[in-house]
């Protein structure tokens, strides 16, 4: 709303798994919103998992567990999807206050 003191873009405390998974989706379609961790690079490398499939995961996949608030007010959640055949991977991101995503690892999620 107009005049309400918040920021466009910004989840409040009350926003559903739902929401964020939108904000993320959202977010995502825009490659100068990605910021990538060098943890999340490392593993990356380490996993077999490239930039073109976390970006389809954030885009496409949908939320597994509930998001966690930051120290910093922001919102950490994890986006999971079916890659390579029918195995699952995950990408866990913060939704930055500035309106940009923060990639902080991928993983698979059946340990192998």
Same mark, same amino acid.
């Given at each position: 709303?107009? =005049? !309400?003191?918040?920021? &466009?873009?910004?989840?409040?405390?009350?926003?559903?798994?739902?929401?964020?998974? %939108?904000?993320?989706?959202? #977010?995502?379609?825009?490659?100068?919103?990605?910021?990538?961790?060098?943890?999340?690079?490392?593993?990356?490398?380490?996993? =077999?998992?490239? %930039?073109? !499939? *976390? #970006?389809?995961?954030?885009?496409?996949?949908? *939320?597994?567990?509930? &998001?966690?608030?930051?120290?910093? =007010?922001?919102?950490?959640?994890?986006? $999971?999807? *079916?890659?390579?055949? %029918?195995?699952?991977? =995950? $990408?866990?991101?913060?939704? #930055?206050?500035?309106?940009?995503?923060?990639?902080?690892?991928?993983?698979?999620?059946?340990?192998?």
């Amino acid at each position: 709303m107009k =005049g !309400d003191g918040r920021r &466009p873009g910004r989840i409040s405390i009350r926003s559903s798994v739902r929401q964020l998974e %939108a904000r993320i989706r959202e #977010l995502s379609h825009d490659s100068s919103n990605m910021l990538w961790s060098n943890h999340a690079r490392d593993r990356m490398d380490e996993r =077999g998992i490239y %930039a073109d !499939d *976390a #970006l389809r995961i954030l885009r496409f996949g949908h *939320a597994r567990g509930s &998001p966690e608030k930051t120290d910093r =007010g922001e919102w950490k959640l994890k986006m $999971v999807k *079916a890659i390579k055949g %029918a195995r699952e991977a =995950g $990408v866990v991101t913060i939704v #930055l206050t500035n309106g940009r995503l923060l990639i902080v690892t991928v993983e698979w999620e059946d340990i192998r």
